[in-house]
């Protein structure tokens, strides 16, 4: 059963941007909030809190330093704006993404009860965003690999990542509640190709007044079918069984 989307919602106030590294997500907020200039994002991200205590990110992660990282992104999806719209650089599907990762590479790491913890909290913050907008690596814009910081450019890494992102995204589209709730979920929208043509893609779903515009599950469709269609089982078997 295919995974029905209903644009036509009161209020945009919350919007997450997701996907793995290197893909351009913290350009495509500074790029939006140009063309939106009601948007702001939050004092603090996960990227100061990472820097101030220190935290083991990316392959060198671990279970306290994943959990932790979740309590400021869902912290930060919960917190009440009062009248702001806010864009968030990731939220929690990133972490559980990040999480399942290192479950299936590093279990000594991250443990199964570790990730179903996460999954838990990652539904639960569902309700409290009204889009997602997903920046998944395709074939039609290759955004250039820039290393910062807190960034792995291993290319290798990053496609797995973004292999997994495209996978638990897909049983959202189906209408399974692996990963998100079956019911009080935002839509979760890809968005790709170089910087104009991003923005040109989110005017087919945001207005001037930065609100929502009427879509019908066609379009989404048209939108979503290059998700790609990896067995959620043959990436994370000790999750889903």
Not at 107 to 121: F, N, Q, Y
Not at 152 to 169: A, Q
Request: glycine share 4%; with cysteine.
């Amino acid at each position: 059963m295919s995974k029905k989307y209903d644009l036509n919602q009161p209020k945009l106030k919350k919007i997450a941007i997701i996907g793995s590294q290197c893909q351009g997500k913290s350009t495509l907020i500074k790029d939006m909030m140009v063309r939106w200039p009601q948007l702001s994002t939050p004092e603090k991200s996960y990227r100061d809190i990472i820097t101030e205590r220190g935290l083991k990110i990316n392959k060198d992660g671990d279970e306290p330093s994943q959990l932790a990282i979740l309590d400021v992104l869902s912290d930060q999806v919960m917190n009440n704006y009062g009248k702001k719209k806010i864009v968030f650089d990731r939220c929690p599907i990133d972490n559980l993404v990040y999480s399942i990762w290192l479950n299936e590479k590093h279990p000594d790491r991250m443990s199964d009860a570790g990730v179903k913890k996460t999954i838990a909290i990652t539904k639960e913050c569902m309700k409290f965003l009204d889009a997602i907008f997903f920046i998944p690596i395709t074939s039609v814009h290759k955004v250039p690999i820039t290393p910062d910081a807190l960034r792995d450019i291993d290319p290798e890494y990053i496609e797995e990542i973004d292999n997994i992102f495209k996978s638990i995204l897909r049983t959202q589209k189906l209408g399974v509640g692996t990963f998100f709730p079956l019911d009080d979920c935002p839509p979760i929208i890809e968005i790709f190709g170089d910087r104009e043509t991003r923005i040109k893609m989110l005017e087919w779903y945001i207005t001037d007044e930065c609100e929502f515009v009427s879509c019908d599950d066609n379009i989404m469709n048209e939108l979503t079918e290059n998700v790609n269609s990896i067995s959620i089982s043959n990436i994370i078997p000790n999750i889903t069984k």
